[in-house]
């Protein structure tokens, strides 16, 4: 009978066992896993710091005709008045009677907090703000104040008041050359 | 003497199941990521302490640059529905081709009457023609509300749910410029909205 040889390169034929030669079947690995963790890292890097963040703002409705309007307290009013190349002026209570002060934005934070403190040990309430971005002002400078509210844990919404900017409000900061 | 013999020991290690962990996480950050859209209008947005994210759908979002607005919203079906709105109110009609790609592109900031010429480009030549001048805003002829009302309706028809609405501006942008925009989400009574910023580094 005849019989198929099956062994595939068998060098020495008759007597003896017919040995294939076996190769590794191990590969470095060392390069493949430096280029994925190479590609781990740019995946990581863009998809969790391109995620932009919302902040959140409420504006008073234009329309209402409703008379009843929260009367603010003077005592417990700091308004913040934003200015030209990144200043701000600040005063306590009623406008024309005490004389706004010129800061800058590294300054205000400082100010929030005394005020803050201020208004809680003397009127036992907390603190309004009242922001009023003028023309000179960038959109850079409304977030950073927003920011610092944040910051300084100011727990009451901030009036933002745009439209309601007093001539006195006007002239000090033409005066002090920041609007 | 005879010398202490040391067995030298191969210095190479199995590299098998670390490569394994590292196409698993590498698959995971891949299929996660979404790709983002480039975006027309080179913004640099302004940075804060904020950590509420901005969300992923029913949401609408302005960019303000020198002087231009531009318009978005999320969506491939909000999209196409607002298109059709807007073609209905401004008497031009969009074929269901033109829908289709329109509801691909991210941010546009196109005049309405150029918005078919615009959707016939493609992106690079969208980038190079100019075409885009943002989208008018003013008194007399402000597409910009009309695009916002569209699109609100649009969200509440399918999803049956309020749009948000995000300004993303430019960090040198004067405010006069963002408020002209606010003062038109205030005219349809959005009195609550959000702002766009990166979050700061090192807090």
Known sequence: MAELDTSSGGGKKGGGKVRSKKASTRVDLTAMVDLAFLLITFFMLTTTLSKPTAMDIAKPDKDDKSEEKLELRASQTMTVLLGKNNKVAWYMGEAGKTPPEIQSFDQIRATILANKKKVRETTGKDIVMVIKPTTGASYKNFVDIMDELLITGIKTAPAIDDENILDSEKDFMKQQGIL | ?203
């Open chain 2, 1 to 203: 003497m005879a010398r202490a013999k040391v067995a030298r020991k191969s210095t190479s290690i199995d590299m098998t199941a670390m490569c394994d962990v590292s196409f698993l996480l590498l698959t995971y950050f891949i299929l996660s990521a979404t790709a983002k859209q480039p975006d027309p209008l080179d913004v640099k947005v302004p940075s804060s302490t904020y950590k509420i994210k901005v969300p992923e759908k029913d949401i609408a979002i302005l960019t303000i640059g020198s002087g231009k607005v531009f318009f978005e919203t999320a969506g491939p079906d909000i999209r196409a529905s607002t298109l059709e709105k807007m073609g209905e109110q401004y008497k031009i009609s969009f074929t269901p081709e033109e829908k289709k790609r329109f509801s691909v592109v991210a941010s546009f900031g196109v005049p309405i009457q150029n918005l078919k010429k615009f959707i016939a480009m493609d992106s690079d030549e969208r980038k190079r023609s100019g075409i885009e001048t943002g989208i008018p805003a003013d008194s007399t002829n402000n597409q910009l509300s009309d695009w916002i009302l569209n699109a609100r309706k649009s969200v509440a028809e399918l999803h049956s749910e309020g749009m948000r609405v995000s300004i993303k501006g430019d960090a040198a942008e004067e405010y006069p410029a963002v408020k002209k925009i606010v003062d038109i989400l205030q005219k349809q009574k959005i009195n609550k909205f959000s702002l766009i910023t990166t979050a700061e580094g090192g807090n």
